[in-house]
């Protein structure tokens, strides 16, 4: 499998339940993502890691947990979400720290719903 | 202010048209580039990097001045499937992306 992938695609959670969200990237990069988008809305960074370190934190509740265990796999962990997180949930990854092009590749996304 | 700000449109254009789309961005440090584009309720795909020099794909044209910080995509001779919305990217200290400008290709 190459590029970027996201498990699941569709989650519909109750507001009191515990899901994880998982990607995994196929392309050797050291960089990982977690976005949000909302409908009509621009993407909203959540969390960087970069070589395994978080190294970005956007002002993200406590109820949205990354865990990155190793730099081709990446999970967000959710409990006690809110109606208004229901968005599309986006991984991502690139190279970084090179003089190539950080272009960001993009997993197909989780969309989420949370009733 | 917004790190990058875009026309959210929508534009709505006859197959054949040429459609330009500009982007400004606030950081003059910002190194990277880059114009996705999205489909509705689908990820991002990078479209293309934007060099200083100006860079062609085919019907697709993007240009970066960094003077006055602001980066253009022309789509020459569009077509219905180019019907989608364009994210400005740019990368400074982390990627900022636009808004999105929403493109429709009337048949």
């Known amino acids: 499998e190459t590029g970027v992938t996201q498990t699941p695609r569709h989650l519909v959670m109750g507001m009191t339940n515990k899901k994880s969200l998982k990607c995994e990237q196929h392309?050797?990069?050291?960089?990982m993502y977690w976005y949000k988008q909302s409908a009509k809305k621009p993407l909203e960074l959540m969390f960087v890691?970069?070589?395994?370190?978080?190294?970005e934190n956007n002002s993200v509740p406590s109820r949205f947990s990354p865990e990155c265990p190793n730099s081709s796999h990446l999970f967000l962990h959710l409990h006690t979400l809110q109606p208004e997180d229901s968005a599309l949930y986006l991984c991502?990854?690139?190279?970084?720290?090179?003089?190539?092009?950080?272009?960001?590749?993009f997993g197909p996304g989780t969309r989420l719903t949370v009733t | 202010r917004k790190e990058v700000e875009q026309d959210p449109g929508p534009f709505n254009v006859p197959e054949g048209a040429t459609v330009a789309f500009n982007c400004t961005y606030s950081?003059?440090?910002?190194?990277?580039f880059f114009w996705y584009r999205q489909d509705c309720r689908k990820e991002p795909k990078l479209l293309m990097s934007?060099?200083?020099s100006g860079n062609e794909d085919g019907r697709f044209t993007a240009q970066l001045n960094r003077a006055s910080q602001y980066i253009s995509l022309l789509i020459r001779d569009s077509k219905l499937s180019d019907s989608a919305t364009y994210l400005c990217?740019?990368?400074?200290?982390?990627?900022?992306f636009g808004t999105g400008t929403s493109l429709t290709v009337i048949p």
């Open positions: 991502a990854s690139s190279q970084e720290g090179t003089r190539a092009s950080y272009e960001q590749y």
């Open positions: 392309l050797g990069h050291n960089a």
């Open positions: 890691y970069n070589f395994k370190e978080q190294t």
């Open positions: 950081n003059s440090a910002s190194q990277s």
């Open positions: 934007v060099y200083s």
């Open positions: 990217v740019v990368r400074g200290n982390q990627f900022y």
